[in-house]
Every structure is written in C-alpha cells, then in structure tokens.
C-alpha cells in the first residue's frame, strides 16, 4: 500500500515535470521568410542569404543559408560566439587572418572559434552555398569589419 502511494505520487511528479516543459516539433516552411541581398558593407560580389531559423533561447543561434556567386564573398568579419559553416553546393573558401585560404567542398563542415578574424565565399570560378549557425552573445552573432580587397581574396 505505502509502496504503491509513493509509486503513484512519483509519476505525477514525473508527469507535471514532463508536461511543464514539453514543446511541440515545430516545422518552418520553406520560402516562409523572403531571401535577402546581402548588404554592400558586409559582401562583396552578390550573395543571397535565406533566413533559416531565428535565434531563441534553446537554439541559441541564428540559422541560414547563404549563396555567394563565383567571386562572392563576406567582409573580414568574428563571431563573439563562434559558427559552424556546412557547405552544400559548390567550391568555396575561408580565410583566417594571418593563414593562408583553404578550399571547402560540399559536405566539408567548419567550425569558426569566437573572435577569430576571418571572411568566407565563394572561389574566382564558381558559386559556392553554406548552411551557416551564427551563435549568439549578448544579443549580437557577428561583428563586421572591413571588407575583404581583391588583393587579398586572390592571394594564394
Ligand atoms: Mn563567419
């Protein structure tokens, strides 16, 4: 008797836990928000970023997709959080400062540190598309710096 009771009282605990923090799945249609041009002052060439998913408190970080033409490219730009970059189209590159250009290729994942100066796009020959997740710190994912000379986007 005293067994069952504390049994029966555990699984209403577990029960108001589990119904005080259960979400549903939530499903955001594709084309539900409009692409957007990237801006001159944060882009150079043209780029296409679609917003995937917002940031919010159990994501954590801004979700989108984002399609640099052949040339295309961001400014010298950190992250106070960091970003995963996972390419799916095309050929493309990233730079740290003070390192040479690398190439990424679809499928290539790549882990972008906190405050690490770099830029990313696509190569002089063609597009390249990368899903990218931007974490957020004190409200802010990304904090742009100058953009990115012919110069330096063609130094090997
Ligand atoms: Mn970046």
Known sequence: ???????????????????????????????????????????????????????TDETRATTGLVAFAPGARTAWHTHPAGQLLIVTVGKGWVQEEGQPRREINPGDVVWIPADVKHWHGATDSNGMSHVAVSYMRDGKNVDWMELVTDEQYNAR
């Open 1 to 55: 008797m005293k067994n069952s009771m504390v049994a029966a009282i555990a699984s209403l605990v577990l029960l108001s836990g589990v119904s005080a923090h259960a979400q549903s799945i939530r499903i955001t249609p594709n084309g539900s928000t409009p692409s957007a041009i990237g801006a001159p002052a944060n882009f150079s060439g043209h780029v296409v970023v679609d917003p995937l998913f917002p940031a």
